[in-house]
């Protein structure tokens, strides 16, 4: 993350479209103004969100929205995260970042072990990761507080799984 510049907070959530409070250093405010990309610090990564809609509240506050996140259950994990832009024009972006930058990724839970990897997400009211687990697909709903860690370098995401979620497979 040493090319981007730290600009503030996502301090809440607001509303139930998926919009965020950002909470930032006020003398950046012509800089996000004018950005079409932020940067999430989300787990050590540098995730790129597009930004659809800014809304100045106050100096030191924005509501934004992000293209392809309009409900509140999308964006409520990225409470406390530091925001950043780009200043250096350094990080190749995305047009869309999701919870598909998984696929292909070994899931692994801390009790049980292997699970399976991911073959695909499903957007619905719940998201879904879809596990392929020995030929049997398996639906785990994407719950950001059971995910324990992330290896990209060796494509596994570590998962608590609550106790007997995995029972009928």
Same mark, same amino acid.
């Given at each position: 993350?040493?090319a ?16 965020l ?16 990309v932020?940067f ?11 930004v659809n ?5 106050n ?6 929205s992000?293209?392809?996140?309009d409900q509140?259950d ?6 406390s995260?530091?925001v ?7 990080y190749?972006i995305p047009? $869309?970042?999701?919870?598909?930058v998984f ?8 009790n049980l072990?292997?699970?399976?990897v991911?073959?695909?997400v ?6 879904l990761f879809v596990?392929?687990r020995?030929?049997?697909e398996?639906?785990?709903?994407? $719950?950001p507080?059971?995910?324990t ?5 060796a494509k596994?995401?570590?998962?608590s799984l609550?106790e007997g ?5």
């Open positions: 993350m040493d981007l510049q730290y600009i503030g907070k996502v301090a809440k959530t607001h509303g139930i479209e998926g919009e409070y950002i909470a930032y250093e006020p003398d950046l405010s012509e800089i996000i103004l004018k950005e079409e932020l999430f610090d989300y787990e050590g990564m540098a995730l790129p969100f597009s809609e800014v809304k100045m509240l100096p030191g506050a924005f509501l934004i992000f293209l392809d996140y509140i999308q964006v409520k994990r990225f409470v995260c530091k950043y832009v780009d200043s250096q024009g350094k190749d047009e $869309v970042f999701d919870e598909r696929i292909g990724y070994t899931f692994i839970d801390d072990g292997e699970i399976g991911l073959e695909d499903m957007f619905k009211q719940q998201n596990i392929n020995n030929g049997t398996v639906l785990l709903p994407v $719950v507080e059971f995910i860690g992330v290896d990209h370098d596994e995401l570590y998962f609550p979620m995995l029972d009928e497979f």
